[in-house]
């Protein structure tokens, strides 16, 4: 299974912060690399597909990166409704593994 | 609208079983690839199984495999999970995720709102 790793596990950051947050898989994947959000209580939601692409809704200010082995995601200004969880996920082979989540909290 | 309704989560003693059914609306069900992941309380997404669009290919985590079956009725837009021999490590939220369809790379992109799974005595 391919391994997925991000970092930091959690972070505090202030409305108004440039948050990044990286992920890194155990072998390559392409551009195979999603991320999606969860707020406390509820059910996750798309951010980014395919490393940079924003899906359909979701505001400007989250930006995806990377190929190969590594990404990031970046919030560029942080909002009060972005302190959630976030989590890398790859679907470039079964089983489709996620990282193990980034808690970005209110500093 | 898509929308996802998950149902079925209870408490269940361990080596019990359990029906999760996940009922598909605002879309149509029978052209996509259908899955299952989990969250255990305060932790991470697992994913759990999936399914092809006609029902005729599934895979399965290692974890569940040999225990559970992924199923669907496209007539009546709904996916299922049946879940025998559960174990206290079921325990978890059950998402019924959908997966684009299309060119890769695949994602999800509709995630249902959950239900509950606790496996205790």
């Known amino acids: 299974d391919i391994q997925m790793t991000q970092s930091p596990s959690s972070l505090s950051a202030s409305v108004g912060d440039r948050v990044t947050i990286t992920c890194r898989a155990s072998?390559?994947?392409?551009?195979?690399l999603n991320w999606c959000q969860q707020r406390p209580g509820k059910a996750p939601k798309l951010l980014i597909y395919?490393?940079?692409n924003l899906q359909s809704g979701v505001p400007s200010r989250f930006s995806g990166s990377g190929s190969g082995t590594d990404f990031t995601l970046t919030i560029s200004s942080l909002q009060p409704e972005d302190f959630a969880t976030y989590y890398c996920q790859q679907s470039y082979n079964t089983p489709w593994t996620f990282g193990q989540g980034t808690k970005v909290e209110i500093k | 609208e898509v929308q996802l309704v998950e149902s079925g989560g209870d408490l269940v003693q361990p080596g019990g079983s359990l029906r999760l059914s996940c009922a598909a609306s605002?879309?149509?069900?029978?052209?996509?690839?259908m899955h299952w992941v989990r969250q255990a309380p305060g932790k991470g997404l697992v994913w759990v199984s999936r399914i092809n669009s006609d029902g005729g290919s599934t895979s399965y985590a290692d974890s569940v495999k040999g225990r559970f079956t992924i199923s669907r009725d496209n007539a009546k837009n709904t996916l299922y999970l049946q879940m025998n021999s559960l174990r206290a490590e079921d325990t978890a939220v059950y998402y019924c995720v959908r997966r684009i369809v299309g060119a890769t790379p695949y994602y999800f992109d509709y995630w249902g709102q959950g239900t509950l799974v606790t496996v205790s005595s």
């Open positions: 395919a490393a940079s």
């Open positions: 605002g879309f149509t069900f029978s052209n996509y690839w």
């Open positions: 072998q390559s994947i392409s551009n195979y």
